[in-house]
């Protein structure tokens, strides 16, 4: 299964809206098309969604229609990315290369430009696939043989190029015969525990139980679990993280329960340039996500919602952060930077 793929001058995807019930993958050479898939979280999960998004610009070079428009198209696709989705900073971070490329190459013959922004989209593709298999050999060292773990959203081969972040520690750790079992969180609203975690799992031949997210607390108070373990979209300079609605509850109960909470990202998540999560840009959802289930409205009409995407849990809840680059422990401000851990 690949989450997105450049292949033979197109961009690949599997629609993550249709899992678990059909895998039906989308082959496009249209840009818009990449975007829209963006917005309607049809490729979602920050890395994937960086990865998608250099793509994009890559393609969006290749099928201007004269050598003048290359790139003017893609800068256009740029700027249109960039508009999709706020809190994950993997998306801005791609998107900053993809500009470098075109400012170096602004003068160059149209068809070195194409090839730089390609050669540029695939080597982001690379690195995640990369960071994926170190985060994954660096996060399995936190685990102990015979452990349960529970994980939130999805942090898998499908918010991905790779294998993953939170779930390559679990598969990682599992490989080595550490893991038990994981309890998935379902992750409303929209269920990427339940339908895309809970699959991957299921697939990998690990034992999964999949829970509401309202059991939390029972599964953390009664002991079932070692660590929990979730991904990250993205984490200021002194570790504040932001991660899917409903991560923050959960490193509370780890903490009450005293169950390490752990972090597992590729430094490209990481950004120096927010002091605090207090100026992370938190994307709010359409209230139709709460207020509807299956398209059937199940809550009274006139109602207010509030429907964030992330929420931020504070850098003194997290036990590790674990990257591409190593374990990074508190103080984060520190850590995060420079140390590089062998596994
Ligand atoms: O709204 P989503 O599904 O894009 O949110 C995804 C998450 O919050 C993931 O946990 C995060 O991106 C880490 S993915 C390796």
Do not use: W
């Given at each position: 299964m690949t989450t997105v793929e450049w292949r033979g001058g197109k961009v690949r995807f599997i629609?993550?809206?249709?899992?678990?019930?059909?895998?039906?993958?989308?082959?496009?050479?249209?840009?818009?098309?990449?975007?829209?898939?963006?917005?309607?979280?049809?490729?979602?999960?920050?890395?994937?969604?960086?990865?998608?998004?250099?793509?994009g610009v890559a393609l969006a070079a290749a099928s201007?229609?004269?050598?003048?428009?290359?790139?003017?198209?893609?800068?256009?696709?740029?700027?249109l990315l960039g508009s999709t989705r706020p809190t994950a900073v993997n998306l801005f971070?791609?998107?900053?290369?993809?500009?470098?490329?075109?400012?170096?190459?602004?003068s160059r013959p149209s068809a070195e430009l194409r090839h730089a922004l390609l050669d540029e989209a695939l080597r982001i593709y690379k690195e995640d696939v990369d960071a994926c298999v170190?985060?994954?050999?660096?996060?399995?060292?936190?685990?102990?043989?015979?452990?349960?773990?529970?994980?939130?959203?999805?942090?898998?081969?499908?918010?991905?190029?790779?294998?993953?972040?939170?779930?390559?520690?679990?598969?990682?750790?599992?490989?080595?015969?550490?893991?038990?079992?994981?309890?998935?969180?379902?992750?409303r609203p929209l269920l990427q525990g339940a339908r895309l975690t809970a699959w991957e799992l299921v697939k990998a031949g690990i034992p999964v139980t999949l829970i509401a997210d309202s059991s939390a607390g029972q599964v953390l108070r009664t002991g079932r679990v070692a660590a929990v373990?979730?991904?990250?979209?993205?984490?200021?300079?002194?570790?504040?993280?932001?991660?899917?609605?409903?991560?923050?509850?959960?490193?509370?109960?780890?903490?009450?329960?005293?169950?390490?909470?752990?972090?597992?990202?590729?430094?490209?998540?990481v950004d120096l340039q927010i002091a605090t999560g207090e100026d992370i840009p938190i994307e709010e959802r359409d209230g139709r996500e709460i207020t509807h289930w299956n398209g059937v409205r199940v809550a009274a009409e006139g109602v207010d919602v509030f429907a964030p995407a992330f929420d931020v849990t504070p850098h003194d809840l997290i036990t590790a952060i674990v990257t591409d680059a190593g374990i990074h422990r508190p103080p984060y401000a520190v850590s995060l930077p420079g140390v590089r851990t062998t596994p």
């Open positions: 629609d993550q809206t249709k899992l678990p019930l059909q895998e039906i993958y989308i082959e496009t050479a249209e840009y818009r098309i990449v975007v829209d898939a963006i917005r309607a979280l049809k490729i979602r999960g920050a890395p994937a969604i960086g990865v998608a998004a250099a793509f201007a229609v004269s050598a003048e428009t290359v790139e003017v198209e893609a800068r256009r696709a740029a700027d971070a791609s998107l900053h290369r993809m500009r470098r490329v075109l400012d170096q190459h602004s170190r985060i994954g050999e660096f996060g399995a060292t936190l685990l102990e043989r015979g452990s349960a773990v529970l994980t939130h959203c999805n942090a898998g081969a499908l918010a991905t190029a790779g294998a993953g972040t939170a779930l390559s520690v679990i598969t990682t750790a599992a490989r080595e015969g550490k893991i038990t079992r994981v309890y998935v969180d379902e992750t373990i979730t991904g990250a979209d993205r984490i200021a300079a002194n570790g504040d993280t932001a991660n899917k609605i409903g991560t923050y509850p959960l490193a509370v109960l780890a903490r009450r329960h005293g169950v390490p909470f752990y972090i597992a990202a590729p430094i490209s998540t």
